[in-house]
């Protein structure tokens, strides 16, 4: 079983559409986790952490997590075309360190 | 921010490279990731007050530097076809927060 899993995709969606992004980690310890955005060519661009059980918002983002199922989300709520990118997960796997472990990524696709 | 270089490079099997970065300014920890094609970034190492703080499955021929105005090297010696990737440099202040990525080395092995 791989760390940290995530659907490659590509998921499409319509712009205007919420797109859910889904990544579950093997380490039960894992303490912080992230979503990057990478636009093809570029470098990872971090937009979320979250830490606690439950729900973070921020602007069209929301971070889920549910250490319990570990399982960790992201929605994306009225999606634009450039919103268009591979969307990483990152998992810390302790406070202290910066012991990141990344998913492959899912490539999401907002149709306009 | 995080700044690398160069850009990109193409190097011959067997050469050595060498692959640069400089730290987002306050920031005392830099990692190394490789990042192949369609695929996630995968941890080379790590350096904090430069000394090696973490390393991944990556064979001895990988190897870095953290110097004291905390930019940072990556060697790579006896290059292989697989070593092909892009290189990303990221730094962060010791903590739980994210990383910052450098805009990347695009490693080509011919």
């Known amino acids: 079983q791989k760390e940290v899993e995530q659907n490659s995709g590509p998921l499409s969606v319509p712009e205007g559409a919420i797109a859910s992004l889904n990544c579950t980690y093997s380490?039960?310890?894992?303490?912080?986790f992230f979503w990057y955005r990478q636009y093809s060519g570029k470098s990872p661009e971090l937009i979320m952490s979250i830490y606690s059980n439950g729900d973070k918002e921020d602007g069209r983002f929301t971070a889920q997590l549910n250490k319990a199922s570990q399982y960790v989300s992201l929605l994306i709520r009225d999606s634009q075309p450039s919103d268009s990118a591979t969307y990483l997960c990152?998992?810390?796997?302790?406070?202290?360190?910066?012991?990141?472990?990344f998913g492959p990524g899912t490539r999401l696709s907002v149709l306009p | 921010g995080v700044t690398q270089s160069p850009t990109h490079l193409i190097k011959t099997r067997g050469q050595q490279v060498t692959l640069r970065c400089s730290s987002q300014s306050g920031h005392n920890t830099v990692s190394w990731y490789q990042q192949a094609l369609g695929q996630g970034p995968q941890f080379i190492f790590q350096y904090y007050r430069e000394e090696e703080n973490g390393r991944g499955n990556f064979p001895p021929r990988f190897s870095g530097l953290q110097f004291p105005n905390d930019s940072s090297e990556l060697n790579v010696n006896a290059l292989e076809l697989d070593d092909s990737a892009l290189y990303l440099c990221a730094s962060s202040s010791q903590g739980r927060w994210g990383y910052t990525f450098g805009s990347g080395t695009r490693l080509t092995v011919v």
């Open positions: 990152a998992v810390n796997r302790d406070n202290y360190g910066q012991n990141f472990v």
């Open positions: 380490d039960r310890g894992s303490q912080s």
